[in-house]
T-cell receptor, first 114, second 114 residues
Framework: GDSVTQMEGPVTLSEEAFLTINCTYTATGYPSLFWYVQYPGEGLQLLLKATKADDKGSNKGFEATYRKETTSFHLEKGSVQVSDSAVYFCALSDEWNQGGKLIFGQGTELSVKP | EADIYQTPRYLVIGTGKKITLECSQTMGHDKMYWYQQDPGMELHLIHYSYGVNSTEKGDLSSESTVSRIRTEHFPLTLESARPSHTSQYLC?????????????FGEGSRLTVL
């Protein structure tokens, strides 16, 4: 079945460091790919998405490119801030999944130190 | 900004009690979901609904039940709570007419069963 695998956390960075969180997926169809972010004590919110191969999603300085050849959707940010400390979830929604259910990775906790 | 609300945010109860977690959305979304989030952060779909009078079990077996009598309301009930039910429960909804998988989440209900 479809699945999402993320790099394990926690990831600890200093402010202004470069961030990469790896995400790879397995899907039988043509999935849409997402990054959700969960700040402490809150629910998840959509950070960015890409709906087809080679699309780049971007928001708040974060970006991720849908790579069909490597089945990857790695999240990057050039210069992280303390306020970026959160848990990041990679997710997919398969085109053939009429329920619209998201399949989530296990989450990667990011901690940014001043 | 998403308009989906969960109550209570925090609940501590004794074993054997009946509890209902409330979830309401004002966006007119047909699709609603309940996720259970364990301490390791991983999200598991336990229930979903495609509309009024439609409910389905998710990927993770759960002793909880749900109902969908009104579009905006999707409560989750545990008839007899146990310590193993201690977790965070996240409600989400989706308009998703194009089946792109974007969900809007509530802030969560953190349940502790003693």
């Amino acid at each position: 079945g479809d699945s999402v695998t993320q790099m394990e956390g926690p990831v600890t960075l200093s402010e202004e460091a470069f961030l990469t969180i790896n995400c790879t997926y397995t899907a039988t169809g043509y999935p849409s790919l997402f990054w959700y972010v969960q700040y402490p004590g809150e629910g998840l919110q959509l950070l960015l998405k890409a709906t087809k191969a080679d699309d780049k999603g971007s928001n708040k300085g974060f970006e991720a490119t849908y790579r069909k050849e490597t089945t990857s959707f790695h999240l990057e940010k050039g210069s992280v801030q303390v306020s970026d400390s959160a848990v990041y979830f990679c997710a997919l929604s398969d085109e053939w999944n009429q329920g619209g259910k998201l399949i989530f990775g296990q989450g990667t906790e990011l901690s940014v130190k001043p | 900004e998403a308009d989906i609300y969960q109550t209570p945010r925090y609940l501590v109860i004794g074993t054997g009690k009946k509890i209902t977690l409330e979830c309401s959305q004002t966006m007119g979304h047909d699709k609603m979901y309940w996720y259970q989030q364990d301490p390791g952060m991983e999200l598991h779909l336990i229930h979903y609904s495609y509309g009024v009078n439609s409910t389905e079990k998710g990927d993770l077996s759960s002793e909880s039940t749900v109902s969908r009598i009104r579009t905006e309301h999707f409560p989750l009930t545990l008839e007899s709570a146990r310590p193993s039910h201690t977790s965070q429960y996240l409600c989400a909804s989706s308009e998703d007419s194009r089946n792109t998988g974007e969900l809007f989440f509530g802030e969560g209900s953190r349940l502790t069963v003693l």
